[in-house]
């Protein structure tokens, strides 16, 4: 079955700690994963997606495949980063993204 | 500027009534968007997906006689909620596909459904 696992509900942390969101997805082919965000009163958007490799707003992503996890980590966690965050992989089949639980990321002053 | 336009964005009405969610492309024609459901707290839960000229596609337990989805053009798909009852209260967002392959999507802006 297609599964996206987020363990933690909510992290907090203070500005300028690292931080890493974890993920662990079901493997059922090879997904493409994404993580998306949702800042307070604002719609979901994009953060990142794997197969780009690139770095938003300080945010990376590796896919390990062998522990089938797409970690979200920053070194240096800022105020503004406080927000929902949701991983989702994107399975072959029917192209559908699904989306995890959801962390809430709360950084504090 | 948005993508997604998703109309309206509250919505309150009485048990019994049916209520019509709309979820506009803006920038270009989607032939397939998507209906997600969010509870409060919780993860997006896809309800279904909308494809522009023929039946929309829904996921296991979600009914679609009380989900009704129509997606006439390139650019609009509804959603009508048909006799809302108080447990359908949630938040439903929409989204669209930007490529072929749906890798990335646009998400409305999301409205809250109150039934009384």
């Known amino acids: 079955a297609q599964r996206v696992t987020q363990p933690e509900k909510l992290l907090s942390v203070f500005k300028g700690a690292p931080v890493e969101l974890k993920c662990n997805y079901s493997?059922?082919?090879?997904?493409?994963l994404f993580w998306y965000v949702q800042y307070s009163r604002q719609r979901l958007q994009l953060l990142l997606r794997?197969?780009s490799r690139e770095s938003i707003k300080g945010f990376t992503a590796d896919l390990n495949k062998g522990e089938t996890s797409f970690h979200l980590k920053k070194p240096f966690a800022q105020e503004e980063d406080s927000a929902m965050y949701y991983c989702?992989?994107?399975?072959?089949?029917?192209?559908?993204?699904?989306f995890g639980q959801g962390t809430e990321l709360s950084v504090k002053p | 500027g948005a993508v997604v336009s998703q109309h309206p964005s509250r919505v309150i009405c009485k048990s019994g009534t049916s209520v019509k969610i709309e979820c506009r492309s803006l920038?270009?024609?989607?032939?397939?968007m998507f209906w997600y459901r969010q509870f409060p707290k919780q993860s997006l839960m896809l309800m279904a997906t909308?494809?522009?000229?023929?039946?929309?596609?829904?996921e296991q337990g979600v009914e679609k006689d009380k989900f009704l989805i129509n997606h006439a053009s390139l650019t609009l798909s509804t959603l009508t909620v048909t006799s809302a009852h108080p447990e359908d209260s949630s938040f439903y967002i929409c989204?669209?596909?930007?490529?072929?392959?749906?890798?990335?999507?646009?998400f409305g802006s999301g409205t809250q459904l109150s039934v009384l």
């Open positions: 493997y059922s082919g090879s997904p493409e």
């Open positions: 909308s494809n522009e000229g023929s039946k929309a596609t829904y």
């Open positions: 989702a992989p994107l399975y072959n089949q029917g192209g559908k993204l699904i």
């Open positions: 794997h197969i």
């Open positions: 920038d270009f024609q989607a032939t397939t």
């Open positions: 989204s669209v596909a930007w490529t072929a392959t749906n890798e990335k999507l646009f």
